[in-house]
């Protein structure tokens, strides 16, 4: 079941990956991480962060080429990526994705709707969206818990983010 979602913007490529690595941090369990979003909308960035959360110490790079990537880290961390995933479900089957999803790790996946029916009821849900505003490039995380244990992340994630009053990092109301 869906629960309530949070919302915040940031202004940097180091605050995204920032809210990534607090995510990461407080992650004790297997968990799916979905990441929607454009091209170019933050998705890797986000995962980078979550990674050294988990005390990752490899460098992350984007698995676009090869589908998915695997790292060592306080729990094993697998890193997907679906776009260029042409075979559908049948090509998904052969590589034997659902093994990690989320297996005994964080499986962090860009370009789930790419692979319709892959996720199971349980997951995070983290949408990321590109705008301008006065402040120039901006992007809106937000934050989807899809069953308890995900809604119980997002809520403790949001209480442990730093906020800034300057507004370069800040909450958003739904709607606002
Ligand atoms: N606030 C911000 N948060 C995240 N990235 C930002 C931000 N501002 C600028 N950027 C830039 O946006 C780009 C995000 O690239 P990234 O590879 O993470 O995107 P992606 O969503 O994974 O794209 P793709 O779908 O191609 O995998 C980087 O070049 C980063 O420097
Ligand atoms: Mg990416």
Redesign the pocket.
Known sequence: MQQAGALLT????????YIGEMLGRLLTKPLIVA?Q????????????GAARGLAVEDQVS?P?FVLMKMYAGRLPVYHL?F?RLTGGAEEADELCFEEYLPGDGIAFI??PERLPGLLPPDYLLVT?E?FHDQYG???RLKFMPYGGAAAKVVETLFEEISWRTDGSLNREQPGS
């Open positions: 940031t202004r940097k490529e180091e605050d995204t990956a990441l979003g454009e091209l170019g909308a933050g998705k890797t960035v986000f995962v980078r984007s676009t990526d776009y860009e370009w990321i590109l490039e901006s992007r």
